[in-house]
């Protein structure tokens, strides 16, 4: 069976393709740009990590070997401020033991150049997908962080099924502090609903 050709459409978060060397920056902008991703790019490390939004969903595309920062740095760094921007690693110096090292480190693909369009399409938008659901778990997990411990506890009774009146007298507390707290933790979860909050909960401990 034929595979059915890929197509961009679907990528809503920056692609970012980080390389020295120019002609192979400007042959994978112009490649991806034929399946409609548009591509911000980066002669190097330095300039990614200053100029990219690395704090939020995306996509870089990385080189192994460059100046100052190889492709390996930027990955480390990137983990290291828990960025949830997905890797992939475009090389033309990789190896058995890089791609397992990188995959170690979250890389969601590693391929050799030249590579193909349409399997790199894919691995963006498999990368993409991760991004997003990275960030998201990061979000829940920062919101559950900043709880105070009795909004913890409650928080845990809430995802238990637990009714405000129910929170209070296993608490011992007014229903009153139940619903205060309560208020506090849809605000600080950005949930509307409890099964949002549930939802945002199992993000977090996840």
Do not use: W
Request: aromatic share 6%; charged share 20%; glycine share 6%.
């Amino acid at each position: 069976m034929s595979q059915e050709p890929v197509t961009g459409h679907e990528i809503s978060v920056p692609v970012y393709v980080v390389d020295d060397d120019e002609s192979v920056r400007d042959s994978l902008a112009f490649m991806l740009d034929g399946y409609d991703i548009n591509v911000t790019t980066y002669a190097g490390g330095p300039a990614f990590l200053d100029n990219a939004e690395i704090m939020l969903p995306g996509c870089v595309i990385l080189d192994s070997r460059m100046p100052e920062l190889r492709g390996q740095d930027v990955q480390a760094i990137l983990t290291q401020c828990n960025s949830p921007l997905s890797i992939i690693f475009l090389t033309g110096h990789g190896d058995v033991s890089m791609a397992v090292d990188a995959f170690k480190s979250g890389a969601v693909d590693f391929f050799q150049k030249p590579v193909d369009g349409e399997k790199l399409v894919q691995a963006i938008m498999l990368a993409a997908d991760k991004s997003v659901a990275r960030s998201q778990q990061l979000s829940a997990l920062l919101s559950y962080q900043s709880l105070t411990e009795r909004e913890q506890g409650i928080l845990l009774l809430l995802v238990q099924g637990k009714r405000n009146q129910q929170i209070a007298d296993t608490l011992c507390i007014a229903v009153r502090t139940v619903e205060v707290h309560r208020s506090s933790l849809m605000k600080k979860f950005n949930a509307k609903t409890i099964a949002e909050l549930v939802l945002q909960y199992g993000l977090a401990i996840n």
